[in-house]
């Protein structure tokens, strides 16, 4: 089996990652439950983990990152946390349905909301960002990667922008995070949004939100907290705001593990790795009689390539690549209609092929094979 769907998930994880969660199994208790030994093994092994996070992200505090369970709760966070109607909110047509929907759902309840396009090739004009600001313009929030195309973002200048502006910045940093640097103080990053299961290479149900010394976020959840039990109100202070009941303490064992194999092996090195092997299946399809690439190749970008072939439905040619290659992509939407309403995508949706370190250049050189096979009818 060759696995090429990095994007929605890593399937290959550190060793580390496996003997943690199961180790965490076996000894530990409930985090901020309780004063004995489990309870506390628990609370160590959380907050090493925020401490791990918050020098990853250059988020300050470590008390700054609050745990979720993925990339659509932290940013529903942060969306229903900041903003509300008679605010004006900026995004992008390379937002995944995570940002979309939250964003929607306030529109109906009076949020003012402006999605800035996208051309042909997936890339934002900047220049659109200024000419968007209105006098109750109160933040603007986007991915620092598209998951359909690989494109990348300059969340530097976007956040420097807000910044003069002074206005809220939200990244999603769900196909980023593990792979590309992120500092949230140089880049003028407000609220940083991510999964522990993509690039972070940690278990899934892991995720956080790393919120700006400053900046307050209204709790999605509230309930219990191990503290302030008699208090009406949830407790305020990070992170306890923004993590009501039990955690994902078995996850964030294997998240911490994960991110220890990270900087042992050295982010770049994992990207310089994931970025070469996507150049090889680029440069190997891209001539290929039939298929059409998606996505501006000529700068920065994530290790994604989405295509499709003739005019054969996206679904079936990973049906095809699944059951007579062992090749397992992404087909459809991706969770990103608006990206396929740019690319021209709607009715067939595209194939997605995303790697990653522990992928291998045979394994890339088959998937090509497939491709030209495919495409050849």
Wanted: proline share 3%.
């Amino acid at each position: 089996m060759i696995y090429l769907d990095n994007a929605a998930t890593s399937y290959q994880k550190p060793e580390a990652v496996y003997q943690a969660v199961q180790e965490a199994m076996h000894h530990m208790g409930n985090s901020g439950r309780g004063a004995h030994g489990a309870s506390l093994d628990a609370s160590r092994q959380i907050y090493s983990a925020r401490e791990l996070l918050a020098e990853l992200f250059h988020a300050g505090d470590p008390s700054r990152v609050a745990f979720t369970a993925n990339s659509t709760e932290s940013l529903n966070m942060a969306v229903f946390g900041l903003f509300g109607p008679g605010d004006h909110v900026i995004t992008t047509m390379l937002e995944h349905n995570s940002v979309l929907r939250p964003l929607y759902l306030l529109e109906e309840a009076g949020l003012e909301l402006t999605i800035l396009p996208a051309d042909q090739n997936g890339c934002i004009c900047y220049e659109d960002i200024e000419k968007a600001i209105r006098p109750n313009t109160k933040g603007i929030i986007c991915t620092h990667a598209s998951n359909l195309t690989g494109n990348m973002v300059d969340i530097g200048r976007i956040g420097r922008f807000c910044s003069k502006k002074g206005l809220l910045f939200v990244v999603d940093a769900s196909q980023t995070a593990g792979v590309f640097d992120i500092n949230m103080e140089e880049m003028g990053i407000d609220v940083l949004c991510f999964t522990g299961h993509k690039g972070l290479l940690g278990p899934q149900g892991t995720g956080g939100i790393c919120v700006r010394q400053g900046v307050a976020v209204r709790p999605l959840i509230v309930g219990g907290s191990g503290v302030h039990s008699y208090s009406k109100a949830h407790p305020e202070d990070m992170p306890t705001a923004l993590e009501a009941g039990t955690l994902n303490g078995h996850g964030i064992a294997g998240l911490y593990a994960a991110l220890r194999y990270i900087q042992e092996i050295g982010m770049e090195q994992i990207r310089e790795r994931e970025l070469s092997l996507m150049r090889q299946f680029y440069d190997g399809v891209r001539t290929i009689p039939g298929v059409t690439i998606y996505g501006d190749f000529t700068g920065q970008r994530a290790p994604i390539v989405s295509l499709n072939i003739r005019d054969y439905d996206s679904g079936e040619v990973a049906d095809e690549l699944a059951y007579h290659y062992e090749i397992y992509t992404r087909a459809g939407a991706h969770c990103a209609p608006l990206m396929h309403r740019a690319l021209g995508t709607e009715s067939t949706g595209a194939v997605r092929f995303s790697m990653s370190h522990f992928n291998t250049e045979a394994e890339i050189g088959e998937a090509v094979r497939a491709v030209h096979e495919i495409a050849e009818g």
